[in-house]
């Protein structure tokens, strides 16, 4: 499963630990979104239907917000709310099924709080 990786997301050993369970993780820093604001990122996840992986809980959500009152859409956000944490995303073990589902619960807003 494609997802984009916010900024603050985009560490080269969670990638590799997603792309071992078989996910196909898209840094923003690796895709020209380095110090771009987190409207631009969601306007670049959005262009491309992928959903983000942050850990930027109030701007995500306020975006989100924004999203849905206009009627637009979007792939999904998925907050990890603890910074402390990350990495234990790396060893969630998330499997597709896990990613497939929270893409199908599309234009939702997720928060992982481990």
């Known amino acids: 499963m494609r997802l984009l990786l916010d900024e603050n997301m985009s560490d080269r050993r969670l990638a590799a630990r997603l792309r071992a369970q078989g996910h196909d ?12 604001t987190d409207a631009r990122v969601f306007i670049a996840a959005i262009t491309q239907a ?3 992986l942050t850990r930027d809980s109030e701007d995500f959500t ?4 924004l999203i849905m009152a ?3 859409h979007h ?3 998925l907050v990890v ?8 995303l790396a060893g969630w073990g998330l499997t597709q099924n896990d990613i497939a589902s929270f893409v199908g619960w599309s234009q939702s807003l997720i928060s992982l709080g481990f």
Request: no cysteine; net charge negative; charged share 20%.
């Open 62 to 65: 306020d975006l989100h917000d």
């Open 70 to 72: 206009a009627g637009g």
């Open 25 to 36: 993780p898209v840094l923003a820093t690796g895709v020209g979104l380095l110090s771009a």
């Open 75 to 77: 792939s999904g956000v």
């Open 81 to 88: 709310r603890d910074p402390e944490q990350v990495r234990k």
């Open 50 to 52: 992928l959903p983000v």
